[in-house]
């Protein structure tokens, strides 16, 4: 294809994604919506779709019968008590080796300012409560059965645990500290405990600061974006001058300031030419963010479609680790002495069965929780469908997002598995070479060996990101058309080439806009965390760390924010995708909601005219689908058409 040429008759220098438009003219020029899909009017109703990859729906259900059968299989045949039981102070484990098999708990003594463990039969429920040799304790070589420091106990799997652990005094304290785990876990529960007020309203404001964010996005959309680029100036400008400041106050090695100095200064330079050249896209791309935006603010009950699959994704993890208990008890399950602890642990040695029975867990688990987020990915993207289709120049529409989470169940179950299944072999694969390469590499410098790694790590994290791209445009058209996965994810990207070339920005943008939002939220909610104790409950000075309960916050935050502004990304991808099929059917921009016609209108001029520069685009009519160059001086934005 001819490269196209500027007003001066030179020839144009393309960006990346216009030489790709360039390499598939051919497939370009020969795709039609009416043709390659069941696409007719926009948004394909639900009543109207057909179950896409019934076989990888099969195989998805298989794989969970499997998982839940090994997990069966674990527990019957395996010793999974043995994982949780006690040993004591002779390294015998407590209700499994053959001296005390029928003294399954675990009880601790002092002996010489000494916790040490005996294996009982019952837990002591009294002071009075005697131990008796032979009848319901075993006397080993390092402890006998005569309690010295009576206490009460409760049985939590089968280790008697003290009811009142402070009333024994400080050195039974600190050894049952040290057998619990070390002083680290304490000192943390310590903390949390003081800090738990500020905890409870900081989980609070971190919900508040996400809505907060979410209206800033639909009706600040403008300032945001600026602000966006005056804080990435700022961290340049920053980067340029610590690295100067740096370099003239070492006298050696100023030469690596002086590079990084150079370097953000080239990075600075290039991202003002991005904005100068881009300004306008920028404006599209703020539209599209913000009609977006409206979506996420008018369908708020979408926010519990994440919840709803993250409470799914923790009861899977739960019911995976209770497998993988039975599994990992197949081991072999022995105990031996630690000479930096002097106590006996228990070690898994675990054999080729447990080996491969516990990858197939691992794969299983991975595909299922890759499964949760794609169909949540899913959904939102339907939901954003509904909503530009069901919206137009003159009224903003709506989205059902039970509808959407019903044709995600019943109708593209085996595609979403699809999906997924691709990120989760791409997953396995990256571990493997990850092992692999990480011991080639310890088990000696070579250089053959280190590019090696380092070829393949490339290769694989190229491809990761490529079943990425493929999942994020197959599950957008599809989330239009009801496609299958190959038919979405083919159509999908010539679409993409075809018309959004010019919107591309938008998805950078709207990555910028998700990343600094979680950024801001967690910030900000780890700062109204150290107020609160600094000032509301003043109990910052007796924490061990200030750091410790705000990092949670920070954590906390981060999954806040994830939960309920992570997915518009997807949706302003779903939003492109529907852009580009309002284009493709209609030879302008119909839907969207006002707001979204408004900032177009104010994006090319109130007069319709854009003032840039000629560029690669696609021209479309009602009898045909052409892919030409059109100096984009040459085309003008007539409110709701998109090109004349």
């Known amino acids: ?98 001296e005390v098999m029928d003294m399954d708990k675990t009880y601790f003594m002092m002996n010489n300012n000494e916790l040490r463990a005996v294996c009982v039969s019952e837990c002591p429920n009294s002071i009075e409560f005697k131990l008796i040799d032979g009848t319901n304790c075993f006397k080993n070589k390092n402890q006998n059965c005569e309690i010295t420091v009576p206490y009460e106990t409760r049985n939590i799997l089968n280790y008697c645990i003290p009811k009142d652990i402070k009333a024994l005094g400080p050195a039974f304290e600190s050894q049952w500290t040290k057998i619990r785990s070390n002083e680290a876990v304490s000192t943390f529960w310590k903390d949390m405990s003081l800090a738990q007020t500020a905890i409870f309203v900081s989980f609070g404001l971190a919900l508040v600061y996400t809505f907060i964010y979410l209206y800033l996005m639909a009706n600040c959309a403008h300032l945001l974006a600026y602000v966006s680029i005056g804080l990435i100036e700022l961290i340049l400008l920053a980067t340029v001058a610590g690295n100067v400041y740096g370099a003239t106050q070492v006298s050696e090695g100023s030469m690596g300031f002086w590079i990084g100095a150079g370097v953000s200064l080239f990075f600075f330079l290039v991202f ?116 530009y289709f069901s919206s137009n120049r003159e009224k903003t529409g709506g989205a059902s997002v039970v509808a959407g989470m019903m044709i995600a169940n019943f109708k593209h179950t085996g595609s979403i598995a699809f999906g997924s299944l691709l990120h989760t072999v791409v997953f396995m694969l990256r571990v493997l070479v990850d092992s692999v390469t990480n011991a080639s590499e310890n088990n000696g410098k070579n250089g053959l060996v280190v590019l090696v790694g380092c070829l393949l790590r490339c290769f694989v994290g190229c491809l990761e990101r490529l079943i990425e791209y493929l999942n994020t445009v197959a599950y ?124 177009m209108d104010s994006a090319f001029g109130k007069n319709g005219h854009s003032a840039q520069q000629p560029e690669l685009y696609v021209q479309t009519n009602n009898n045909a689908n052409t892919y030409q160059q059109v100096p984009q001086s040459n085309q003008v934005y007539t409110g709701a058409n998109n090109m004349a």
């Not at 399950?333 to 070690?347: P, Q, W």
């Not at 867990?361 to 949540?376: A, D, N, P, Q």
């Not at 010539?494 to 910030?523: E, T």
Request: proline share 1%; with cysteine.
């Open 272 to 387: 003002n030419c991005m904005l100068w050249c881009y300004w306008s896209k920028l404006q599209v791309a703020i539209a599209v963010i913000d009609s977006t935006a409206d979506f996420m603010i008018a369908t708020k009950r979408i926010a519990f479609v994440t919840i709803y699959y993250f409470f799914n994704s923790l009861f899977a993890v739960l019911f995976w680790g209770f497998g993988l208990v039975g599994v990992i008890s197949l081991s072999d399950i022995d105990a031996e002495f630690n000479g930096l602890t002097g106590r006996y642990h228990k070690t898994i040695t675990m054999n080729s069965k447990t080996t491969g029975l516990t990858i197939a867990m691992v794969f299983c688990i991975v595909w299922i929780l890759s499964y949760i987020r794609e169909k949540t990915k899913f959904v939102y993207m339907i939901s954003a469908a509904q909503f």
């Open 476 to 599: 957008a058209f599809m989330a239009i058309s009801g496609d299958p996965y190959c038919k979405s994810a083919w159509n999908g990207f010539l679409l993409n080439l075809k018309h959004l070339v010019k919107f591309y920005f938008a998805d950078i943008l709207a990555s910028m806009f998700v990343w600094i939002g979680m950024l801001a939220i967690s910030a900000l909610n780890a700062g109204s965390c150290y107020l609160i104790l600094r000032y509301g409950t003043k109990n910052a000075e007796e924490l061990t760390s200030v750091w410790i309960p705000m990092v949670f916050i920070i954590i906390y935050s981060l999954i806040t924010a994830e939960l309920f502004i992570g997915f518009f990304h997807q949706a302003v991808t779903a939003t492109l995708m529907c852009l580009a099929v309002d284009i493709e059917l209609n030879g302008e921009v119909k839907h969207g909601t006002p707001s979204f016609h408004e900032k």
């Open 1 to 98: 294809m001819d490269q196209p040429l500027q007003e001066d008759g030179k020839k144009k220098r393309m960006n990346k994604v216009e030489r790709q438009a360039a390499k598939h003219s051919d497939a370009i020029n020969g795709f039609s919506l009416s043709t390659h899909s069941q696409i007719v009017n926009g948004y394909v109703a639900g009543g109207e779709r057909k179950a896409t990859d019934k076989v990888f729906c099969f195989v998805f259900i298989a794989f969970i019968l499997g998982m839940i059968g090994i997990s069966i299989y674990g527990f019957a045949n395996g010793d999974y008590k043995a994982l949780i039981a006690g040993v004591d102070a002779a390294g015998n484990i407590c209700g499994h080796t053959s």
